[in-house]
């Protein structure tokens, strides 16, 4: 074993990516052409945008392209191109440990459904190892552009546990890759199949895909391009069928799935750039598991020349789950990450991105409402995240939030902010809204019976993100939102204020035996005009957090600022009369905290002591 050739053995993770690629992935396997093609392409665009700053690069062989080749008699299956080309460090970190960041949330994500699992392969870096589906063997012959003809590599593997890598003399830049067919896998060593797959899957590639005439089943002739060649981006729109664009868009963003919508804009004037944004079907793994922090964003070119992929100062994080490619005539082409973040034209391509597609996503809403609930279900809580983050917007986002109602019957009935207004009551002058863990929980929440029984709706929120993202929209057209079990209660409709006052007068008694019953446990006790059928609930001041939020955080190890809530009863209730009527002090003690542990529970909050209360409960059953 020399300096320049040796055997080395896969990372762990690598070597589980192999064993289901080469054992389990069958279904789509025709995805391995589109993903080695995709990778040559970006090749292809990386040297170009690295020429801008160093022309020799290019050396005498400016014609980028992508050659495809196939030999029967050897089953083997050829993909050149003559781009940027890697150096032997880079070999290992790209091939032998294939995404570092995202192998271990690619095999998390496998289901064990091969034909779903597949549709994974590209969005995780693991592109390359698809490969493997259909090949036993694989050899990869490569040179980085300014690196010396002696410093080729040669790296061949069997999709095992192991690949030898090897430094060896190659004459041109660029990537060589030779798949070994299996035995069973001889029709992709047909023509017209392979032109057919670049055809559904590459066409909009922005390079030539060049492949020879076929002859009795054998590439015969001069190597011709199959392929568009151009930017689907820069054609008329009035030229691109709706298949153009779903298949640009499956190429993009390494989607077996078509777009929910999209919208392709050109725009001229002091600045000129082209636009081309999708909205995803369903949840791009790559974005949607890494969170706000991992988002891949927008592609970037500039002049059709490629600057960067996952241009994230393009959107915001919450529109992290829209693929697409922004085109700018205008953009310095030296331009780097941090120059892009504080360039002013970028600014204004950002906001213009984000008018795009809320207006996509208005029209949506508006056009097809099937689709628009589908958006919803998908990508509903990132959309969410724009009411604290863009203040700019918040209006306009705030359309097109839906929540569940008690005017529903199920969570997948929601209503719009604006359809909430437009039906309000006439004495209605706020939109009330009760946050819990699930639908069912806040469908049934003691603090909306009253609202319910006088007919007024309330919007049920049991997103996690909701307390949060209801801090910072406040009101909506005017009209304060309201959370119900928070601060003084008046609801339109309800009984006038002598008449409360007589409830309450009459209730006295109880009120006081529960206030020296429960003492500092609560902040006050008062009669609730909230209950219709439940005997008590908790209810917070106007600005504190709801019960159900800080069980959640405390939860998570978060520490939560402590509140005292007021316990509202209902006098007209059995067990709180029960209460009223209860001599014996120790079964009086019973049921004034079994009140309390009951409110704590609908509200959504955690009990410091179950198995006290489980004892509590039982002693009161039993009559004990």
């Known amino acids: ?19 289901l690629v080469t054992h389990s992935l069958y279904s789509h396997k025709e995805i391995f052409l589109r993903e080695l093609i995709s990778n040559a392409s970006d090749a292809l665009d990386k040297l170009r945008f690295e020429a801008l700053a160093r022309p020799e690069l290019l050396a005498g062989d400016a014609d980028l392209h992508i050659d495809l080749s196939w030999d029967p008699d050897a089953g083997t299956l050829t993909l050149t191109d003559n781009g940027i080309g890697m150096s032997r460090e880079e070999v290992i970190d790209n091939i032998g440990t294939i995404a570092r960041s995202g192998t271990r949330r690619f095999l998390d994500a496998l289901s064990g459904d091969a034909r779903k699992d597949s549709r994974l392969i590209g969005q995780f870096g693991v592109g390359f190892y698809s490969a493997f589906i259909v090949a036993d063997q694989v050899t990869l012959t490569t040179r980085r552009a300014d690196a010396p003809e002696a410093e080729g590599v040669r790296w061949e593997s069997s999709g095992t546990g192991e690949y030898s890598l090897e430094t060896l003399a190659v004459p041109e830049r660029g990537t060589r890759i030779v798949l070994h067919l299996k035995a069973d896998e001889r029709e992709f060593l047909d023509g017209w199949k392979l032109r057919d797959l670049i055809a559904r899957y590459s066409d909009h590639v922005a390079f030539p895909i060049r492949m020879q005439a076929s002859k009795d089943g054998k590439p015969d002739g001069e190597f011709e391009a199959v392929n568009q060649a151009s930017a689907l981006w820069m054609r008329p729109k009035s030229e691109l069928t709706d298949a153009d664009y779903q298949a640009f868009y499956k190429s993009l963003g390494h989607d077996f799935n078509d777009p929910l919508a999209w919208t392709h804009n050109r725009v001229e004037g002091n600045q000129s750039y082209t636009l081309l ?36 100062q393009l959107l915001p994080p919450w529109l992290r789950f829209v693929r697409g490619v922004v085109d700018s005539d205008d953009l310095p082409l030296n331009v780097s990450r941090e120059l892009l973040q504080d360039n002013r034209l970028v600014a204004q391509i950002r906001a213009a991105c984000i008018k795009r597609v809320l207006d996509l996503l208005e ?105 949060w993202m209801i801090g910072y929209l406040g009101e909506f057209a005017g009209k304060k939102l309201r959370h119900v079990a928070k601060g003084e209660f008046e609801a339109a ?40 059928d439940s005997p008590a609930c908790l209810v917070l001041d106007e600005h504190d957090m709801a019960l159900h939020m800080q069980r959640l955080l405390r939860e998570a190890g978060h520490d939560v600022p402590a509140s005292q809530p007021v316990l509202e009863v209902n006098p007209a209730h059995a067990l709180v009369k029960r209460f009223e009527a209860e001599t014996d002090p120790g079964r009086a003690s019973d049921l004034a905290l079994l009140l309390l542990d009951q409110a704590q529970l609908a509200g959504g909050g955690a009990l410091d002591d179950p198995a006290a209360f489980v004892q509590r409960l039982n002693r009161v059953i039993l009559g004990a």
């Open 277 to 312: 944004l999708y909205v995803p079907g369903a949840q791009p793994f790559d974005a949607m598991l890494g969170g706000r922090d991992e988002r891949k964003g927008l592609k970037l070119y500039v002049r059709r020349v490629y600057i960067m992929d996952g241009a994230e």
């Open 363 to 467: 029209r949506l809403a508006k056009d097809d409402p099937a689709k628009f609930a589908q958006f919803t279900r998908e990508f509903g809580n990132v959309l969410k995240e724009g009411i604290a983050d863009d203040p700019a917007n918040r209006e306009r986002i705030a359309k097109l939030l839906r929540f569940a109602s008690t005017h529903g019957d199920s969570a997948d009935k929601t209503v719009s902010l604006e359809d909430y207004v437009g039906r309000m009551q006439a004495d209605q002058d706020v939109i009330w809204y009760v946050t819990a863990d699930s639908f069912a929980a806040a469908k049934g929440s003691p603090q909306i019976e009253a609202l319910k029984a006088r007919g007024v709706e309330v919007l049920l929120m049991f997103e996690r993100i909701d307390e």
């Open 1 to 19: 074993m020399t300096a320049s050739a040796e055997t080395r053995r896969f990372e762990a993770e690598v070597a589980q990516v192999l064993h």
């Open 493 to 532: 409709g309800g009984a006038d204020a002598e008449q409360r006052k007589q409830v309450e007068d009459a209730a006295a008694g109880v009120v006081d035996k529960l206030r020296q019953s429960l003492g500092e446990r609560v902040r006050d006790v008062r009669v609730s005009h909230r209950l219709t």
